[in-house]
T-cell receptor, first 113, second 109 residues
């Protein structure tokens, strides 16, 4: 099993450009999450999904959109990138909510100039 | 979910036990204590969790005080590869993990 994979690993955007980050998991997990991590800080939840076709807002959802069209994939979109969105983005998945542990991907390092 | 307090950094000699403390004085009865770690900007990795009894797995032990207001993660024989940021998270029956800033553990030779 590959676990949780993220594409791309690195990206540089100019302000105002758009892009989509892809998260894929092969563990048949129902729940998927997108986090961002800024330097010296813990992870903050952007959006999450409790199953195919569902999405919900986390702590810092503004400026991002998500879609979960297939159970194994969770997409994070930036419609108009801003320098404040420069961060490392982590995807995670879990068998369920509540007390199930989350499995994290390797991260995507995004720089917006 | 209850908030946690951890020291920002700790050192440990290789081969010795690393004891990482966490305070969670506002924890409620149905909330678990979780530990994750993050090695050099990789994705966080689950270590262990517990409710009120002490727990042990192949990675670590978790000691929770009787009043549940604090806990200690123990890495019994720390190695250089255990150098990481360790996050203590208190979590109820919710869909979310709330990360703080964690403890940066440096294991030295």
């Amino acid at each position: 099993n590959a676990g949780v994979t993220q594409t791309p690993k690195f990206r540089v955007l100019k302000t105002g450009q758009s892009m989509t980050l892809l998260c894929a998991q092969d563990m048949n997990h129902e729940y998927m999450y997108w986090y961002r991590q800024d330097p010296g800080m813990g992870l903050r939840l952007i959006h999450y999904s409790v199953g195919e076709g569902t999405t919900a807002k986390g702590e810092v959802p503004d400026g991002y959109n998500v879609s979960r069209l297939k159970k194994q994939n969770f997409l994070l979109g930036l419609e108009s990138a801003a320098p404040s969105q420069t961060s490392v983005y982590f995807c995670a998945s879990a068998f369920g909510g509540g007390f199930y542990e989350q499995y994290f991907g390797p991260g995507t390092r995004l720089t917006v100039t | 979910d209850a908030k946690t307090t951890q020291p920002p950094s700790m050192d440990c000699a290789e081969g010795r036990a690393a004891n990482l403390p966490c305070n969670h004085s506002t924890i409620s009865g149905n909330e678990y204590v979780y530990w994750y770690r993050q090695i050099h900007s990789q994705g966080p990795q689950y270590i262990i969790h517990g409710l009120k009894n002490n727990e042990t797995n192949e990675m670590a032990s978790l000691i929770i005080t009787e009043d549940r207001k604090s806990s200690t993660l123990i890495l019994p024989h720390a190695t250089l590869r255990d150098t990481a940021v360790y996050y203590c998270i208190v979590r109820g029956n919710t869909d979310k993990l709330i990360f703080g800033t964690g403890t940066r553990l440096q294991v030295f030779p």
